[in-house]
């Protein structure tokens, strides 16, 4: 498995290889729901917390321990999401690290942007995607189990978030031969949508 940068685009949503272009745009993203990040999110893009997650992101880029995409429509960032520690030897990625401003929550975007994602490392060889989640939140469970994935289990105190709240993580997979049923799914989902 190798995933490349790239853009990945459909006639919902364009997911383009973050870089400087996309930081005022998205920082005004980050910035329409402040209180999400200190409710749900391991780490916070917003206010002051903004630039230096910016820095350890473009780090992580650097590294190539994250892939991190602009989720762009109609020509503007509206948040993020990002493949994570893709580990090659064992053909496994994670998508995560995704953010989109309050707008944009519940329509298209979300499957468009992860039936992009999902195809992209499906095609360059992944075995198994897998998504983690903060068990509290709700909204982000459902949205993986719609997407067709997988819930394995949940992983008892696994992470400290940046405000000292330990977090137990649900972890949901799909597997490589559950993609086709996973990707016919999210086509007529997509369908119905428009």
């Known amino acids: 498995m190798k995933i490349e940068p790239q853009v990945l685009e459909d006639r919902f949503v364009r997911l383009e290889p973050l870089d400087e272009r996309h930081r005022e745009d998205l920082r005004a993203a980050c910035d329409a729901d402040p209180e999400i990040w200190a409710a749900l999110y391991p780490f916070s893009w917003a206010g002051e917390h903004f630039d230096p997650t910016w820095q350890v992101f473009a780090g992580n880029i650097e590294s190539g321990r ?84 997988v819930q394995e289990g949940i992983l008892r105190q696994d992470r400290m978030t940046w405000t000292g709240r330990i977090r137990d993580t649900v972890i949901f997979s799909i597997l490589a031969e559950e993609w086709p049923r996973v990707r016919e799914g999210l086509n007529a989902r997509l369908a119905a949508l428009g």
């Open 66 to 149: 994250t892939l991190a995409f602009a989720v762009m429509v109609e020509g503007r960032c509206i948040g993020l999401t990002c493949f994570i520690a893709p580990d090659g030897a064992n053909a496994t990625v994670e998508v995560g690290g995704t953010y989109y401003a309050p707008a944009f929550r519940g329509g298209a975007v979300n499957p468009a942007a992860k039936r992009l994602m999902m195809s992209h490392a499906f095609a360059a060889g992944a075995r198994r995607v897998v998504y983690r989640v903060d068990a509290i939140n709700a909204r982000s469970r459902a949205a993986v189990l719609k997407l067709g994935a």
